[in-house]
């Protein structure tokens, strides 16, 4: 079985891609690589000892990107491949459109021309907007509060549409919580561009000296330390779970949407105290007024996948920021 991994040298990319390689899959790679590195690719091949299918190529150039539909017989494709920083969606809300929107229509189109009926999505918990309660199950209502947030329910609405037109497709959408952590040999990680916004790769950049203190975005919210709670989710665990999704759809199930988190909330000075334990570092912080946008609790009910998937996450949050403390430390000794 060939799975197209459309922005497979991504962060959530190269792990799952690793994961599907692990599990038998042919992989086929398409990434412009405006947010990643040619040498990821490298990297999956030498942590799974199995080649891929590399295509350097916006995925939005669909005459391109049909070259790779010329070229293997695909059975289903796993779509990573979009803009994915907030803050930046707020200042450049074109770029954000344009890219998501056409990259994933492109990818529609072909799916439909090369009559490929499998479709991965990478949703976000963004799409909740700002929960009523806590956990958050499927059902929740859906709103977002920034153009990132909203190019990720567009795409949901339209995969709702497109399968109650085409009962032959089998869709998943998989709303994931907050990734953090990575590979295990410490080879592959995220790798934001410039200063992160993220809470752990912030944290693990104070706690190399890269970055002098951690802002705490408010201590006022109505949660256990007035801290901000989130769902860290191991990001292997995230690439288990879309091989597990990937199977479902050999039952044909039509859409099915999951919420890929642990269900467990760790606010924002938990996260500090659990990373400082795993690494043995001080993280200095300064308590700083809300970030805007900001919601003051968001973690997972994930029952429905583990029902259905037979997935549940495994790694706890010390295993998270061990891994991403070596991520950091091994990445940061080769610049
Ligand atoms: P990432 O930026 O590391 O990976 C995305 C990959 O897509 C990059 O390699 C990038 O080069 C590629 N890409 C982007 N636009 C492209 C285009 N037009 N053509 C070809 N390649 C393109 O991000 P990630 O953290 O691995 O996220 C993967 C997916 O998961 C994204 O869709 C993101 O929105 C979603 N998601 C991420 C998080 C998170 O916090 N990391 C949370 C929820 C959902
Ligand atoms: C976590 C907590 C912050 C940085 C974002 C996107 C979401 C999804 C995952 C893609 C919050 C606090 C953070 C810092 C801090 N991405 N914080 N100081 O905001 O839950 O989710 O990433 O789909 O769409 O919105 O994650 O890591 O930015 O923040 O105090 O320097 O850490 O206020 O409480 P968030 P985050």
């Known amino acids: 079985m060939a799975v197209l991994v459309a922005g497979g040298a991504g962060y959530i990319g190269s792990h799952t891609s690793i994961e599907l390689l692990n599990s038998g899959y042919e992989v086929i790679i398409v990434d412009n690589l405006c947010n990643s590195n040619k040498s990821v690719i490298d990297k999956i091949e030498k942590l799974s000892g199995k080649k891929v299918r590399f295509y350097e190529l916006d995925i939005c ?16 494709i796993i779509h990573f491949a979009a803009l994915k920083a907030v803050g930046e969606s707020v200042e450049k809300p074109m770029e954000y459109y344009s890219n998501n929107l056409i990259s994933t229509l492109s990818l529609f189109e072909l799916m439909k021309k090369y009559n490929i009926k499998k479709f991965v999505f990478s949703s976000s918990a963004t799409v909740y907007g700002d929960p009523h309660t806590c956990p958050i199950l499927e059902d929740f209502p859906l709103s977002t509060t920034n153009p990132y947030g909203r190019t990720k329910l567009m795409i ?5 549409d497109i399968c109650k037109a085409d009962k032959t497709l089998d869709v998943a959408i998989l709303r994931y919580f907050n990734p953090v952590g990575a590979h295990k040999s410490g080879e592959i990680g995220e790798l934001p561009n410039g200063i992160p916004n993220n809470l752990m790769p912030y944290i693990t950049k104070v706690a190399i000296g890269e970055l002098e203190e951690l802002s705490v975005f ?8 007035g801290t901000g709670v989130r769902d860290y989710i191991h990001v292997l665990d995230l690439a288990d779970g879309h ?3 990937l199977k479902k759809l050999e039952e044909n199930p039509g859409l099915v949407t999951y919420n890929l988190g642990t269900g467990k ?4 000075l938990d996260l500090v105290k659990a990373f400082s334990k795993a690494s043995k570092k ?9 970030r805007p946008g900001d919601v003051a609790m968001c973690f997972a009910d994930s029952s429905k996948a583990e029902r259905e998937l037979g997935w549940k996450a495994k790694y706890k949050i010390d295993e998270m920021c ?14």
């Open 61 to 76: 150039q669909r005459e391109k990107l049909e070259v790779v539909f010329k070229e293997n017989k695909i059975d289903s």
């Open 156 to 160: 949901e609405d339209m995969l709702r």
């Open 218 to 225: 408010g201590d006022d919210y109505p949660t256990h330390d």
């Open 243 to 245: 091989v597990k999704a």
């Open 265 to 268: 909330g760790y606010s924002v």
């Open 282 to 290: 001080e993280v200095p912080y300064k308590i700083v007024g809300r």
């Open 322 to 335: 061990e891994d991403s403390w070596r991520w950091q430390n091994t990445h940061s000794k080769k610049i």
